[in-house]
């Protein structure tokens, strides 16, 4: 159940948010809006919060099959991401331009980093098997 699950959402990150932003791009001003700007910024909202919860789902996962280590490191990860997605959001604010936090492209790549990390480590401990 839980892998089915972690894979509809990885499946969702996909097509959302990689694949819709390719075709659908968003304007040099994001006071325009358009029918593109309009799907490539729902797309990128569904797939990015699907996605955000992908370690958390490998943690449970790590858990049942008795890998504390693992499961630890998930959870830590999805904790990061959470952060970091947080601080994503707040970055596009007008109350935070000229900010440590007005630093929208770090905080959009340190939470790729730690929602791809866990995927990471299982296929590098996959395929060392």
Not at 20 to 43: M, P, Q, R
Not at 44 to 63: A, E, Q, R
Not at 64 to 81: E, H, L, P
Request: hydrophobic share 60%; aromatic share 14%; with cysteine.
């Amino acid at each position: 159940m839980i892998t089915n699950i972690l894979l509809i959402f990885v499946a969702f990150f996909a097509i959302g948010a990689c694949i819709f932003t390719c075709f659908f791009s968003v304007n040099e001003s994001k006071d325009v809006v358009t029918l593109a700007s309009k799907i490539h910024g729902a797309g990128s909202v569904i797939g990015f919060m699907l996605f955000l919860f992908v370690p958390l789902l490998l943690g449970i996962l790590y858990y049942k099959d008795q890998n504390r280590m693992m499961g630890t490191v998930s959870i830590i990860c999805f904790a990061a991401a959470m952060v970091f997605f947080v601080l994503f959001v707040m970055s596009d604010k007008q109350e935070f331009k000229n900010t440590i936090i007005d630093n929208e492209g770090l905080w959009q790549r340190l939470n790729l980093a730690f929602m791809y990390l866990p995927l990471a480590i299982t296929a590098i401990i996959r395929i060392g098997k």
